[in-house]
């Protein structure tokens, strides 16, 4: 039986106790001058997401979540790189292929690569205000990048708000 929002039975007082733990149903306050992130969990989902994506794919540097403003949200990236330069960019490319896409009539925007002489920088659209920005070596497979990334864009959709 619930007393109070608490699995715990009232003290002899009548009360609500919070004697117990957590497999009682109750946890305990966070510290004064702590903060919970409701967001923490997924993030972590999508980190993890990101991570698993660099292994699938030989090739890849790193990858990093953005909004369509060009704010970061999370990244997997080594040392060395910057990711809120990685997530405008990423902004910046799907400007462009969004507006391409729409003047050929071939709306929305889903995926676009670019390639230089050090490697490869693709951008994919997660959901209406989400993009996922992967840097690859030159040397990466873009197919099987590709093959990897849309499913994972998937599952991204699944863990991120619209």
């Known amino acids: 039986m619930t007393y109070f929002g608490t699995a715990s039975p009232p003290a002899a007082d009548g009360l609500p106790s919070r004697r117990g733990g ?5 946890s305990p306050a966070p510290r004064f001058g702590t ?3 409701p967001m923490a969990a997924a993030l972590a989902a999508v980190r993890s997401e990101l991570a ?5 794919v030989p090739g890849v540097r790193g990858a990093a979540v953005g909004g369509v403003d ?7 990236l080594p040392p060395g790189l910057e990711p809120a330069d990685l997530a405008a960019l990423a902004a910046t490319t799907y400007g462009l292929g969004r507006q391409t896409a729409m003047v050929l009539g071939q709306s929305p925007f889903r995926d676009a690569t670019l390639r230089s002489e050090g490697g490869y920088f693709t951008v994919y659209s997660v959901n ?4 996922l920005s992967v840097l690859g070596d030159d040397g990466i497979n ?3 990048l590709h093959l990897e990334a849309r499913p994972a864009v998937a599952r ?3 863990l991120l708000p619209q």
């Open 142 to 144: 873009v197919a099987r």
């Open 35 to 37: 903060t919970i992130d």
């Open 70 to 76: 060009g704010l970061l949200i999370t990244h997997d």
């Open 128 to 131: 209406p205000s989400t993009l």
């Open 52 to 56: 698993d994506l660099r292994l699938r």
């Open 22 to 26: 957590g497999e009682q149903g109750w």
């Open 156 to 158: 991204l959709a699944a």
